[in-house]
């Protein structure tokens, strides 16, 4: 009988363990899903002051009118004011980064807290949550 007892509390331990492992895991793909938009978001952004301005596209580009750090941003925080009932659950969220290292690509690292689903004495330390983080790049063409 006390064997019983100690199997089921550990058995009833593990699953609580696994459960909130698998649900910080499903924030983070959430999260990761949502930098993914993002950047494509940025990628298809425009300068638009350089545009109507007659700014030269770089050469080697093909024509392209490369992307700013400041309209990658512009990007991303439209997105996200848009797009508030998709991603309004995830607690903490904020954009950390948004920029283009080289003209081309949009880079967006965004951050939010993942609290586990079950609280037991096995995941007592992360009960105050688990800072996230999750990076994308998208290449304008």
Do not use: C, K, N
Not at 43 to 72: C, H, N, W
Not at 119 to 140: E, F, K, Q
């Amino acid at each position: 009988m006390l064997l019983s007892i100690v199997f089921a509390v550990l058995a009833l331990l593990l699953v609580t363990a696994v459960v909130s492992a698998t649900s910080v895991h499903l924030e983070r793909a959430r999260l990761l899903v949502l930098a993914d938009e993002l950047a494509l978001e940025a990628a298809d952004s425009i300068d638009l002051d350089g545009f109507y301005r007659g700014r030269e596209a770089v050469p080697d580009d093909g024509g392209v009118i490369p992307l700013t750090d400041a309209g990658v941003r512009r990007a991303a925080v439209d997105y996200l004011a848009a797009h508030r009932d998709v991603v309004g659950d995830l607690e903490g969220l904020t954009l950390e980064q948004a920029g283009t290292p080289d003209g081309r690509t949009a880079r967006v690292t965004v951050t939010a807290i993942a609290r586990p689903a079950l609280i037991s004495w096995v995941t007592a330390p992360w009960s105050d949550g688990i800072a996230l983080r999750a990076t994308s790049s998208a290449r304008a063409w």
